[in-house]
């Protein structure tokens, strides 16, 4: 059974950094395409990043390009999403997500397994 743990969330200033990091267990990770979302109060649930399986291919949102980096390590069988450059507007509870094959694109509907998400409070 597929099981994701984000971490890395936490309290930050605007113009601040964070890591967060999913840890994937329970299948062959190598094949599964990751995806970052991310949900605000009163919000619903919008794509940050995805990479496909193969780690060639990354998408963002428009919102975070140039400031957010998303990546995975097979080896450690994690995929990290840099955040850069933090705006009030970053705040949110922050999911990874994984599907088998795909490409790590922003369609949520198409993630088969989901973390129980981390929190990212960015104050201004």
């Known amino acids: 059974q597929v099981h994701l743990a984000e971490s890395g969330g936490g309290l930050v200033q605007a113009g601040g950094s964070l890591r967060l990091a999913c840890v994937y267990s329970?299948?062959?990770?190598?094949?599964?395409?990751m995806g970052w979302f991310r949900q605000a109060p009163g919000k619903e649930r919008e794509f940050v990043a995805g990479v496909d399986w193969t780690g060639r291919s990354t998408s963002y949102q428009d919102s975070v390009k140039g400031r957010f980096t998303i990546s995975r390590d097979n080896a450690k069988s994690t995929s990290n999403l840099q955040m850069n450059s933090l705006k009030p507007e970053d705040t949110a509870v922050y999911y990874c997500?994984?599907?088998?094959w795909g490409t790590g694109g922003d369609n949520g509907n198409a993630y088969t397994d989901w973390g129980q998400g981390t929190r990212v409070t960015v104050s201004s």
């Open positions: 997500a994984a599907r088998m």
């Open positions: 329970g299948g062959p990770f190598p094949l599964y395409a």
